[in-house]
């Protein structure tokens, strides 16, 4: 209402006035924030039909994550801002995340990885301070084998798993050792004969001499052990 210094007065069109509410901004991490390298987690901003959200990391926005549920791979404080329809908006205080080191797993071979029955490689796993160690053939652990180096006599894979002192664990890529079929005494082969080489099923071993054999299958186990005394 306005009144000059006539007393005269009007009185106004009413001017409505609204106040929006400022939406919640809360994040719920569905899993644990501190974990090892290669894993992650789900972080969840609160639900509304009608809101938008965007994501903050070090107080940036993160490009292109504008939904509510962010998967969060990597060390740092994850924010998120949540926008009403009317335009307000609120952002969340901080869920920190953060990411264990994980050790390099590697093996070193210290010699040949081919070589005939009986004999063997030494395998060498990474140095760390704080690391333990799980060896494996064929993607099995191998009973007791725990240290930095394994001793490998049988064909197949070897893997290594290695530990930190954080828990977190890599494995490495495999090394194949290899143990081709060969003669076990050198000064028989020609007058010994052996057939088919290699074999699946049957062989045939004939020879006109006293002689002893192994048949070895591809992962160093002895299928048969003979001697025989009389010609075959």
Do not use: H
């Not at 050792?177 to 052996?194: A, D, F, G, S, Y």
């Amino acid at each position: 209402m306005v009144t000059n210094s006539t007393g005269c007065s009007k009185t106004s069109v009413p001017l409505t006035i609204s106040l929006y509410p400022i939406p919640p901004a809360t994040i719920s991490a569905t899993g644990p924030t501190t974990f090892c390298q290669g894993s992650q987690v789900k972080l969840q901003a609160n639900y509304g039909s009608t809101y938008s959200y965007q994501w903050y990391k070090y107080g940036n926005a993160i490009p292109g994550e504008t939904s509510r549920n962010l998967f969060a791979n990597s060390t740092g404080p994850y924010k998120v801002e949540v926008t009403s329809a009317y335009g307000c908006s609120k952002k969340s205080t901080a869920t920190n995340v953060t990411v264990l080191g994980t050790p390099a797993a590697t093996i070193t071979p210290n010699g040949p990885t081919t070589f005939c029955a009986g004999g063997s490689v030494l395998l060498k796993g990474p140095n760390g301070t704080g690391y333990t160690y799980q060896w494996k053939l064929m993607g099995n652990d191998i009973a007791g084998a725990t240290n930095k180096n394994y001793t490998a006599t049988f064909a197949g894979n070897y893997k290594v798993a290695v530990t930190n002192s954080l828990g977190c664990t890599d494995i490495s890529d495999p090394v194949t050792v290899t143990i081709p079929c060969r003669m076990k005494n050198e000064m028989l082969t020609e007058n010994l004969e052996l057939f088919p080489n290699p074999a699946n099923t049957y062989i045939t071993i004939s020879g006109g001499i006293p002689l002893s054999f192994e048949v070895i299958n591809a992962t160093g186990q002895i299928l048969i052990s003979q001697e025989k005394t009389q010609p075959m």
